[in-house]
């Protein structure tokens, strides 16, 4: 025999050997009795299982001690907030009740999209204690347990006056009108008068945030980075996948994503309804803020408190965009007020630079030298100087009744 075929009868050998060892695999480790096959969400939790009429589900609470803070906002502030506080941001509608009788709600559903087949499989209640802040989720473990969640929620819903919510006009609260319409029972909200905090937040930083979701407010505004947070386009999956292996631990984020949730939209509420409730003293410094803030007084006729926050907002510093535009808003304002003296000084700002509000501008000073003073020959020259940026009919027309009017005079340029 060659000296190679010597070694390939070798080689077979050895790899028979190591066939033999491993054909019935590695030996398996003896199994963790501190490690269960299974996480059941009663033992993962610390939760309790409640019945009610209409069957089982499960609940959990938990507090934040009124002594911790989320991010810049001490829990303690919360409990002293004013029961006057939501009138302002709400209209009205919110009335006058104590911060105790506000229920802040968030829920997490099995689809994004809403609509008759989306189930609010997690909801979460947060109310302000004088011992901090407390939350309870009321979580159905399957679709069975939909009908005594909601017969729980409705119940614990009875104990407050005031919904708050973010976005909850829109998603929530239809969400679980549509739930309760499909389990044949009563939905809880006509009773409660509603607040949803996103219209009052995005007025107020619109102009300055790329985005005002709750997670992004919860960074840029209380200064909160979340920790192993779960996206909430992937819940749904996650419970879909809790369903099929009953195991909680693939679920907890969502608890947590909930709890954080509510926790910042309780904290939010200290923020955004005291701006609308106290222009003059709201906790804001961004310039761009206090623009927001200033066109909300504006649509609701506080013309004098407008130019005060438009002003504000201009001496804090604006981007170009901003600042012209805010400038235009605090000259009309100034004009509608009877300003003269202050509004033609703004539009003559507008008018020595270029911006978008230029034209706009000298057609301002136009129309009061016109009727005001009744200079035709500076309006006139005003309406000239105009077009040389921007020709319009309106202003042609302006144009050839000033010019009949100041006696076809010339004079040198005004700007």
């Known amino acids: 025999m060659s000296d190679l075929q010597q070694q390939l009868a070798l080689l077979k050998r050895r790899i028979a050997r190591i066939d033999r060892k491993y054909a019935d695999g590695p030996p398996a480790p003896p199994p963790d009795p501190r490690r269960p096959e299974r996480y059941f969400v009663e033992e993962w939790m610390g939760g309790v299982e409640v019945e009610t009429p209409f069957g089982k589900h499960y609940e959990y609470e938990r507090i934040w001690q009124r002594h911790r803070r989320h991010g810049s906002m001490d829990i303690s502030t919360l409990a002293e907030l004013p029961a006057d506080l939501l009138e302002a941001i709400s209209g009205g509608a919110a009335g006058v009740s104590g911060p105790d009788r506000w229920a802040f709600l968030d829920t997490e559903t099995t689809g994004l999209a809403g609509g008759t087949g989306t ?20 979580f159905m473990r399957d679709y069975g347990e939909e009908a005594s969640l909601l017969a729980a929620l409705a119940a614990h819903l009875e104990e407050f006056d005031v919904l708050i919510t973010y976005n909850g006009k829109t998603y929530d609260q239809p969400l679980l009108e549509t739930r309760y319409r499909m389990a044949r029972a009563r939905p809880p909200f006509t009773r409660l008068r509603h607040l949803d905090l996103l219209a009052g937040a995005r007025r107020l930083w619109k102009l300055r945030l790329e985005s005002c979701r709750l997670v992004d407010l919860e960074n840029q505004i209380l200064g909160v980075e979340r920790q192993g947070d779960l996206p909430g386009e992937m819940i749904p999956y996650v419970y879909f996948e809790y369903l099929r292996t009953n195991e909680i631990d693939r679920l907890a984020p969502v608890f947590h994503h909930n709890a954080i949730d509510i926790l910042t939209l309780a904290c939010l509420t200290a923020i955004v309804p005291w701006a609308f409730r106290s222009p003059a003293d709201a906790p804001l410094r961004h310039g761009a803020d206090f623009v927001g803030l200033g066109r909300w007084l504006r649509q609701n006729e506080q013309h004098e408190d407008a130019t005060a926050l438009f002003r504000r907002a201009i001496d804090l510093g604006l981007r170009d965009e901003l600042l012209f535009r805010t400038m235009w808003d605090l000259a009309l304002v100034e004009k509608r007020l009877g300003r003269a003296a202050a509004a033609l000084a703004v539009f003559t700002d507008l008018a020595a630079s270029p911006n978008p509000f230029r034209v706009a501008a000298l057609e301002e000073l136009a129309k009061y030298y016109e009727h005001t003073e009744r200079n035709y020959g500076m309006a006139l020259e005003f309406t000239r100087a105009a077009l040389e940026f921007g020709e319009t009919p309106e202003l042609r027309k302006r144009e050839a009744r000033l010019g009949r009017r100041a006696g076809g005079a010339q004079s040198g340029r005004l700007l």
């Open 119 to 138: 189930y609010a499989f997690l909801v979460g209640v947060g109310r302000i204690t004088p011992e901090g802040f407390r939350l309870k989720q009321f």
